[in-house]
């Protein structure tokens, strides 16, 4: 039996789904059945044996959507392997180093007892939503900070966290 991964996440412009969907592409490539979806959309957890929850970020906050994601499935996740990844530095500091979660994300990380959080630079591109957006283009700080290797990278161990899950006791 394969485990079926949900990859749910909170973005405004589109750049945190573009890595949600990106980890969703390699958990399938390893043989797992994984879906990315808006958290928003997301009514229920029985038919999911993982989670990943991805927010961006914002003024040092996670996208409402993952938070109330969490908020109102808290129970189901405390009984679920979970993982958490932020999006959001616009700059190269996530790809040269380990940042820690923002202190919301940290308090998540503890209430549903997930595995781990990563966090990976954002993308904020012409035509982003928001007045705050608008400004941070205008000032010329825009542009796309993400490193796909490093987030294929981590759904990778994602993938081998799983396997060796559901590896029977003595192997593994």
Do not use: C
């Not at 908020?71 to 679920?80: E, I, Y």
């Not at 928001?130 to 490093?150: E, H, T």
């Amino acid at each position: 039996m394969t485990a079926t991964v949900l990859i749910a996440y909170g973005t405004t412009n589109h750049s945190t789904a573009e890595i949600a969907e990106t980890i969703a592409e390699v958990l399938r490539k390893e043989n797992f059945t994984a879906a990315a979806r808006p958290a928003r959309e997301i009514t229920q957890l029985t038919s999911y044996d993982a989670v990943v929850i991805g927010g961006a970020l914002y003024a040092g906050r996670w996208h409402r959507d993952a938070r109330r994601f969490v908020r109102h499935n808290r129970q189901a996740l405390s009984r679920l392997p979970v993982w958490l990844f932020s999006s959001g530095p616009l700059d190269s500091s996530a790809a040269e180093q380990e940042l820690p979660p923002v202190p919301g994300v940290l308090r998540i990380l503890g209430r549903i007892d997930a595995r781990e959080h990563a966090t990976f630079g954002g993308r904020l591109a012409e035509g982003a939503k928001g007045p705050v957006a608008r400004m941070i283009l205008n000032s010329g700080r825009g542009g796309d900070f993400r490193d796909f290797a490093r987030i294929e990278e981590w759904a990778a161990h994602i993938a081998a966290d799983l396997q060796a899950m559901a590896a029977p006791s003595g192997q593994g």
